[in-house]
């Protein structure tokens, strides 16, 4: 009886099995590295907004605290987007023309509000609570980036999930003085290990990891 | 023919739990249903060719649905305020007092509300009538508001017209009554206690002296109102301090599951039966007709028809030495030939209530006719306890009135042509009126027809206009308590339609049409400044309407506001005396004399010969009246005692069914223990007839059928149209709520009732446990018998160390009464879907708490338990290991935490529950798209989508914000600050729930009472939630 296949079948058969063994290997690298990608977290792109708004010029510029809009910061979950009010407390005096402050008079004038883009947007499943973290020790800056540089807002961090549970582990990499928690200025010191762990003594931190902390 | 008849052997011994007939029966089928978890997938999965359509389907969503995961986030939008309110940090809940009267009574509450929109509801701990508890009814209020449903436009013949062109239209009508001083003109309303809108009505009937103001509320008590007239010589207002009470006796009383103070009522009745003090317990009697909550926790009852209760009443009370009580001779209904046991029962119910003189109590159920309330005013007067466990005060409604005689009234006049505009305010007379009263065929005799409602229903569809009522938590009005305190109902939110509230209809009849609701609200208090010793010391005369507010009438409004009463309104004691012999109801001597005398003890005696029966109107536990049938959180929650939903059905006990050969069967078509195949009958009744499903209930009087009203409804919308039959339409105005004659037939059709006494069946495990307090004083580890908790090393995993909290929960079996507060205020809490009468029947409703019923000893009068069962948190949960992604896993404090991101459906947990707490989204139940019910959801708990599992999580989104609170004030957590959504709504307080690792903590010492048992310990499952048994206070001379 004749052979049915080639012989060269053999060697087409074993690069093909080991071969699918490093494509699937690579597909799998592949969408992790894709699914951390900032294509998916967003990570790192400014985002359009119905107003020109810069942190830059606020922050850095004229040196407001980060309070002064996101109120909520220290009581809610929420920190807070400012009612208009709080934009024409100075914008009804100073660049009180300007075109680009066109959308806030408007918003003001019409009682509608301006429909900011989401920048640091969550999964609905999850339940961030900010004014724990700030009380905890945790900088804006240590999540949002030196927002004093962003001209327009952009999500430093991924926001993932292992980006959440590096920190829930080890939170005496990340926290701080709580004087220095609204700072834009503070870097971590040499010490920050020790620092760290001192902080975490003193602030009663819990390492909580368990599900329901974020999800429920 | 059902497996239930007790001519059957009977193989289950006295003492031994059943939750259903068929379980009691032994019967083999149903043996096989209880093993069988899925037993509607089961052949699916034997045939061949599905299977393997199974399997390619199975790996084509495996294939598919991963790709699903791939969605980019959509981008979101903030939309911060224009003008951020003052008081409002965004992110945190405000709660405001308010009130919600039903029936003319109202109930303190307390609302949650986010960013504006009202989202729970809570008792008020100041309001007497709450003291932090509520009814199910108050806990569904919320998605009521949000339905969308609701009458949204105003109407004229169902155009859309401004109010101006309404106001037109009224103020032409009335300039023509002007000069007839309103003889053409009825306001008809449902019971007022409001005493803002009291002062607008009369101010109207001043306006126009030969006006009539009429009344209609089939939802307030109309025959307790008749009795204490009939007692008294005019209409009282009663209520009762049941925490003075040693021995109680309910006249086919439902105090502790309907009515008003029912809340109250039901949490002094529970504080009186701790265990804990033996000494203390009270005892209650219970003449039962329908099967209540209230004769669920009696502690002997006697079911009877409801016409036998008049009688045994009389006799109790000749019994006791009340005067004047005899019946006529021949009329005795239950008489003088009832069996021994019956005597027995009397004598000692009698003799019991003499030995506490003073501190008995006996309380009249609203269904029973006039002369039983008088006699229940005598025999508390003759006990003393008139004063003592008994007050009697000015009747809490304003102007109460005979709201039958009323309705009659104006129907004749309408027929009469009399009427030239009509005015309805609130209700649904057109349904609701009894048969006889053609009160729909009358109201197009009316010239000019107004309904204001808050739907679009069977009476706006015969009125010319409809005017959209606002919902109160849209509007400002005031109400009264069952003691009488007042409170001023707050708005939480806009009115969401452009609605209008009473008092804006009202203002329409004054000179001042426009006036908002706040200001004749506010101007009324104002005006009684004075009388409640606000206003700054002078005090005098009234202020004059319109005159300002004096600062200290400013400050004592906002306090009435903020706290949700106005302190000293509550009603003062009277003392008022019992006149004379009480005459005796003339349909009780009707019913004697047709049904013939017979036995009351148990239904020993046969059903009455000539099949002819008695029919029993009841409102209906979940949708009353027929006000909230649609509102699907009550249309789903499964009616105490009969845990049917989405229907009405009439109701039977095993002997009647067995009697007339109907019946249902439990079905495995279509789901997991599924539903109840049931025939279906005619009801013959005087010449009318409709026809319903038969529904088998234990300990249901013989030779009676109970029928639930506020079903078979046409417009209720989209929920409630054309759930059940129509009960009102054999209701006639002489029998309003039982009457001789009925005849049923069976018609051979079938129906399917959603019953979930069946769904989520524990095997014949884990039953409620109960024993007698003598036995419990004497040897109370009796409770304990024959339990086998395995050693906690019995478990290959290791133990959990809890460094911080350990929470848990129990659940006190002896308070709970089954109402469902717990089930909605779950509901409400946690976004927890309503799936539909379709899915029910597949057994795939999704609360997280379900309260089984329990039954011990005979068909015809178990006793009648019910246990809450949420999530157990178990130790060492079996959900726990078999999920394949991790998505259910234990927390630090003890928690099994449910992740729905990570579930992908295997539904392994659930099949691996012992307890069945476990919920599986089958398909995409929460609304999704319409816009209102957004608004309702809690934001802090997650909306689920389908194919997630879902579950009691000990409410872990209020654990969450407690902890965070103390950790920012730096305090340490106290006992007491962590309320779960069931245990701040228990009227019983049932339930409690805190740290186990503090041994101070209420729910560590009551895991430590000897009472404590664990569901199903012997599984070494080691649940965290935990029970009470049950104690009786059985009184000796009768024995259980």
Not at chain 1, 65 to 79: M, N, W
Not at chain 2, 553 to 567: K, M, Q, T, V
Not at chain 2, 758 to 769: A, D, F, K, P, S
Not at chain 2, 969 to 995: N, S, Y
Request: proline share 7%.
């Amino acid at each position: 009886m004749p052979q049915i296949f080639h012989r060269s079948t053999n060697t087409i058969a074993r690069v093909s099995i080991f071969g699918a063994v490093f494509f699937i290997a690579g597909l799998l690298l592949l969408a992790t590295a894709v699914s951390r990608s900032s294509w998916v977290t967003e990570a790192g792109v400014p985002r359009e907004q119905p107003i020109q708004f810069s942190h830059e010029r606020h922050v850095a510029g004229n040196g407001i605290d980060c309070r002064y809009c996101h109120t909520s910061v220290e009581d809610s979950a929420f920190a807070g987007i400012p009612p208009t009010k709080t934009c024409m407390n100075c914008h009804s005096q100073i660049f009180s023309n300007s075109p680009f402050l066109e959308p806030v008079r408007e918003s003001f004038h019409t009682d509608r509000s301006i429909e900011w883009t989401r920048v640091h947007d969550l999964p609905d499943f999850v339940y961030f609570n900010h004014s724990i973290h700030v009380h905890k020790g945790v900088g804006c800056t240590t999540c949002h980036g030196q927002v004093d540089r962003m001209p327009l807002m952009w999500q430093a961090k991924s926001l993932q999930m292992e980006w959440c549970v590096d920190c829930h582990r080890e939170p005496e990499r990340y926290v701080r003085p709580r004087d220095a928690v609204f700072s834009v200025e503070y870097a971590p010191p040499a010490n920050q290990l020790e620092l760290g762990t001192r902080l975490v003594a003193e602030y009663h931190i819990q390492k909580l990891t368990s599900c329901s902390t974020c999800h429920r | 023919m059902s497996p239930l008849n007790s001519s059957k052997p009977d193989n289950a011994g006295p003492r031994t739990w059943w939750r259903a007939l068929e379980e009691r029966a032994g019967d083999p089928a149903f043996q096989e249903l209880l093993h069988n978890e899925f037993p509607s997938q089961v052949e699916a999965i034997a045939d061949p060719v599905a299977r393997r359509t199974f399997l390619k389907l199975m790996g084509a969503s495996l294939a598919l649905g991963g790709f699903t995961g791939c969605t980019l986030q959509p981008s979101e939008k903030i939309v911060p305020y224009v003008r951020q309110p003052e008081e409002l940090i965004p992110g945190r809940p405000l709660f405001f007092a308010t009130a919600m009267a039903l029936g003319g009574v109202a109930i303190g509450l307390l609302v949650e509300s986010h960013e504006g929109r009202p989202t729970k509801i809570e008792g008020n701990p100041l309001h007497p009538g709450s003291l932090g508890a509520t009814d199910a009814f108050a806990q569904a209020a919320v998605l009521g508001l949000y339905d969308p449903d609701r009458s949204q436009t105003l109407t004229n013949l169902g155009d859309i017209r401004p109010w101006s062109a309404f106001l037109g239209e009224l103020r032409a009508a009335l300039a023509a009554q002007q000069p007839l001083k309103g003889a053409g003109v009825r306001i008809l309303t449902e019971s007022v206690s409001s005493p803002t809108l009291a002062a607008q009505i009369r101010d109207v009937l001043s306006r126009f002296p030969s006006a009539k103001w009429h009344r209609w509320d089939p939802a307030s008590g109309e025959q307790a109102r008749a009795g204490a007239r009939l007692a008294f010589g005019e209409y009282v207002g009663v209520r009762y301090r049941f925490d003075r009470a040693d021995v109680i006796l309910a006249l086919d009383s439902d105090f502790l599951g309907c009515g008003p103070g029912s809340v109250r009522y039901a949490r002094d009745f529970a504080e009186r039966r701790r265990p804990g003090q033996a000494g203390r317990m009270n005892r209650l009697y219970a003449l039962d007709s329908m099967p209540s909550s209230t004769g669920a926790r009696a502690d002997h009852r006697l079911p009877v028809r409801p016409s036998e209760v008049e009688g045994l009443a009389r006799r109790i009370a000749a019994a006791i030495g009340v005067g004047g009580v005899e019946q006529a001779t021949g009329s005795s209904a239950g008489g003088q030939t009832t069996s021994d046991q019956t005597a027995r029962w009397i004598n000692a119910v009698a003799k019991d209530l003499q030995a506490h003189r003073g501190s008995s109590l006996v309380v009249a159920g609203d269904e029973q006719p006039a002369a039983v309330h008088a006699v229940a005013h005598a025999m508390n007067a003759a006990l003393g306890n008139a004063g003592s466990t008994v007050i009697y005060t000015d009747p809490v409604e304003a102007e109460p009135a005979d709201q039958l005689a009323s309705l009659g009234d104006l129907v004749n006049d309408m027929n009469a042509g009399a009427v030239d505009l009509l005015v309805i305010i609130g209700g649904n007379p057109v349904y609701t009126a009894p048969a006889d009263v053609p009160f729909g065929a009358a109201l197009s005799k009316v010239r000019l027809r107004v309904h204001l409602g808050l739907y679009d229903d069977e009476t706006s569809a015969l009125c010319h206009w409809q005017i959209p009522e606002t919902h109160f938590l849209e509007a400002w009005s005031d109400a009264r308590a069952y003691d009488g305190t007042a409170s001023i109902v707050q708005p939480l939110i806009a009115p969401l339609y452009n609605g209008k509230s009473a008092h804006e209809l009202l203002a329409a009849f004054t000179d001042r049409p426009e006036r908002s609701g706040y200001d004749i609200v506010r101007d009324y208090w104002n005006a009684r400044a004075a009388d409640l010793k606000i206003g700054g010391g002078d005090g005098a005369a009234a202020p004059k309407p319109g005159a300002g507010f004096s600062a200290a009438f400013e400050s004592a409004w906002r306090r009435w506001l903020h706290d949700g009463l106005i302190p000293g309104t509550a009603l003062s004691a009277r003392t008022v005396a019992v006149r004379g012999p009480i005459p005796s109801t003339s349909i009780a001597t009707m019913i004697a004399g047709a049904a013939g005398p017979r036995g009351a003890a148990g239904g020993t005696a046969p059903p009455p010969a000539d099949g002819a029966l008695e029919i029993v109107f009841r409102s209906d536990p979940s949708v009353l009246d027929g006000r909230f049938a649609n509102n699907g959180w009550l249309q789903e929650l499964p009616k105490p005692i009969t845990k049917l939903t989405w229907d009405n059905a009439v109701l039977v006990s095993p002997k009647t069914a067995e009697m007339l050969k109907v019946g249902g069967v439990p079905s495995m078509q279509g789901g997991e223990h599924g539903q109840i195949v049931s025939d279906v009958v005619e009801l013959r009744y005087r010449g009318r007839s409709v026809k319903g499903a038969a529904f088998v209930v234990p300990g249901h009087p013989d030779g009676c059928a109970t029928v639930h009203l506020g079903y078979g409804r046409t417009r209720a919308g989209q929920v409630g149209s054309g759930t059940g039959f129509n009960a009102n339409a054999l209701r006639t105005s002489d029998a309003m709520s039982f009457g001789p004659g009925l005849q049923i037939a069976r018609t051979g059709e079938r129906y399917s009732l959603a019953c979930t006494q069946y769904h989520h069946l524990m095997e014949g495990r884990g039953q409620v446990r109960a024993i007698t307090r003598d036995e419990f004083v004497r040897n109370p580890s009796a409770l304990k018998e024959g339990d086998q908790t395995p050693p906690k090393t019995l478990t290959l995993y290791p133990e959990h160390k809890y460094e911080g909290h350990k929470w848990g929960m129990t659940i006190d079996v002896n308070a709970c009464i089954g109402c469902n507060a717990c089930v909605v205020g779950c509901q409400s809490e946690n976004n927890i879907p309503v799936v539909g009468k379709a899915q029910v029947l597949a057994g795939r409703e999704m609360h997280w708490l379900r309260i089984d019923t329990y039954y011990r000893g005979p068909v015809d009068n178990p006793e009648t338990y019910f246990q809450p069962v949420p999530c157990m948190q178990c130790e060492n949960a079996p959900c726990e290991v078999v999920c394949p992604v991790g998505a259910t896993v234990h927390s630090d404090e003890g928690l099994n935490d449910m992740v729905y991101n990570r579930c992908v459906g295997t539904r392994y947990c659930s099949n691996n529950c012992p307890y069945k707490v476990r919920r599986f989204n089958f398909l995409l139940y929460q609304d999704w798209t319409t816009p209102s019910l957004k608004l309702g959801r809690n934001p802090d708990v997650t909306v689920r989508s389908r194919g997630v599992m879902e579950k009691c999580t000990y409410c872990v989104q209020r654990i969450n914000e407690a902890k965070i609170d103390a950790e920012k004030e730096e305090r340490p957590l106290k006992d007491g600050d962590i309320k779960t959504a069931c245990q701040q709504v228990c009227p019983a307080d049932a339930i409690v729930f805190g740290d186990l690792n503090d041994p101070g903590s209420r729910v560590a010492q009551l895991q430590r009472e000897v009472r404590n048992y664990a569901l199903l310990a012997e599984l070494n499952t080691r649940p965290r939630t935990t029970y009470l048994a049950v104690v009786r206070n059985v009184n000796p001379e009768l024995g259980e």
